[in-house]
């Protein structure tokens, strides 16, 4: 058994204390079985999901080298979504306090290129982003990859998905061959096994059973006629009344249909899939993470990366055609020690899917009649707060602070009352409590903001 102390670990003891500060206390197994592995400097292929506590595991490792005095790239974390970038760099953040002066900055598509290409000027340690904004980057000369230690792929899988093969090959033939390489994935496709073939130098492996405890995670099963799927979902949320919950579903089409059908029926949903501009997929994610927003109806892609504290759901409108995809699906709920429900909703068609996931757990499924499913009383489900929309942001150096003290100061609202607040480049977003929307959004706009009347709508 590897042992589960961070302290016999051969970490300084500057970092070690940061972890002991953050409430690092014990290891999780990703953590044990590939630490050791990457601080000796070796190639890794790990297999494990999100929440694993993977993105702590490569902060350490690729932290531990960094020269603080050279201020070129030296290590870079390639992420499918800048969701999964822009998380990934606060962990780094919080894990690099205890080195000096350490700067970690994002590399994203959907934003402006100019201010990133000043922020490179003044130079970075390490680099955080996704595979088509760092390949412009080293396009234009602004990003030199020529001093990188350490290189990690992080949800590789999720990468191939997307089409970034080439993009990937493109990105590591500009680094020097005697880098390391870290390869983070939560399933294992052939095209990991091309990467790592390609690129890799005697990968060593490791795999954490990405198994769900089921005293965490409720697992039920739902036999379908095709036809009644979207009834089906309708008549789940009626009878579970869940305040979050994410729709799985295959494409942009079928999260479309399921938005329109439920809406239709008074409840709050909205689609997250590729298609989407980055500034709504902003929207619709800062809406699910504040409550303000029931049901998201998502595609396995675009709900990578996603990191939402209490998910009481998850629904497999039609079961993930590959039993790993499962897997990862319903590990979105029964998270921090709290319980979820993972519903999945089988076609006869999708029968040897259903027969594929039985095989994994090695545990028959449990299956229910839809027919026992009685609507528990209430109004339509609606989520519990509502999401106001500031027209400014981070660029007119718009902070948390200032929002919440409009509301509790001029707006009379209680700081009880306010819940999440985002702000992003051009906009801001503060969900309130469903009651003293209306109230809020007045005051907000017949108001001042950090001394400026600015345009707030409600979302």
Same mark, same amino acid.
């Given at each position: ?116 290409? !000043?922020?490179?000027?003044?130079? *970075?340690?390490? =680099?955080?982003? $996704? %595979?088509? @904004?760092? #390949?412009?980057? /080293? ?23 997307? !089409?970034?093969?080439?993009?990937? *090959?493109?990105? =590591?033939?500009? $680094? %020097?061959? @005697?880098? #390391?390489?870290? /390869? ?32 965490? =995670? ?242």
């Amino acid at each position: 058994m590897p042992s589960t102390a961070f302290s016999d670990l051969p970490l300084g003891a500057s970092t070690l204390a940061n972890l002991a500060s953050l409430g690092y206390a014990e290891m999780t197994p990703i953590q044990a079985q590939s630490l050791p592995i990457m601080l000796k400097g070796s190639d890794l292929i790990a297999q494990a999901k999100t929440g694993s506590g993977k993105t702590a595991a490569f902060g350490i490792a690729l932290l531990e080298p960094l020269n603080p005095r050279y201020f070129g790239c030296q290590a870079l974390v390639l992420c499918p979504t800048r969701e999964l970038a822009d998380q990934v760099a606060k962990e780094l953040r919080r894990l690099a306090r205890a080195a000096d002066n350490i700067k970690i900055l994002t590399l994203c598509g959907g934003v402006p290129i100019g201010p990133q290409i !000043g922020s490179l000027e003044h130079g *970075a340690h390490v =680099i955080v982003g $996704t %595979p088509g @904004r760092v #390949q412009e980057h /080293l396009k234009k000369g602004t990003l030199k990859l020529d001093g990188l230690n350490t290189l990690v792929l992080d949800e590789a899988d999720r990468m191939l998905d997307m !089409g970034f093969y080439d993009a990937i *090959a493109e990105i =590591i033939g500009q $680094t %020097p061959s @005697r880098r #390391q390489t870290l /390869l983070f994935s939560a399933t294992y496709p052939a095209g990991i096994e091309q990467l790592s073939a390609a690129f890799m130098r005697a990968p060593q492996q490791v795999r954490v059973e990405a198994m769900h405890d089921q005293k965490q =995670i409720e697992q039920r099963f739902y036999e379908i006629d095709p036809a009644e799927r979207m009834p089906a979902v309708m008549r789940i949320l009626a009878g579970f009344r869940p305040e979050s919950c994410v729709a799985f579903c295959f494409t942009r089409q079928q999260c479309q249909e399921l938005v329109e059908y439920l809406g239709a029926k008074g409840i709050s949903a909205m689609a997250l899939h590729g298609d989407l501009e980055q500034r709504d997929r902003d929207q619709v994610l800062a809406m699910f993470a504040n409550r303000s927003l029931s049901v998201l109806v998502a595609t396995d892609v675009a709900a990578r990366g996603l990191d939402i504290d209490a998910l009481d759901m998850v629904i497999n409108v039609e079961l993930a055609r590959d039993s790993e995809i499962h897997v990862h699906r319903i590990g979105r709920t029964g998270r921090a020690g709290k319980r979820g429900v993972a519903i999945s909703l089988v076609a006869p068609a999708e029968a040897h899917r259903a027969r594929a996931i039985e095989e994994r757990q090695q545990a028959p499924l449990d299956w229910y009649p839809l027919s026992d499913l009685k609507a528990l009383p209430g109004e339509p489900l609606q989520p519990p707060m509502v999401t106001l929309c500031i027209a400014a942001g981070r660029k007119e150096k718009l902070r948390p602070g200032d929002i919440l003290g409009a509301l509790t100061g001029d707006a009379g609202i209680l700081g009880a009352q306010v819940g999440k607040i985002a702000i992003f480049d051009f906009q801001a977003f503060v969900a309130v409590e469903r009651s003293v929307a209306r109230k809020a959004l007045a005051r907000l706009n017949a108001g001042k903001i950090k001394g400026r009347s600015l345009k707030v709508r409600v979302l």
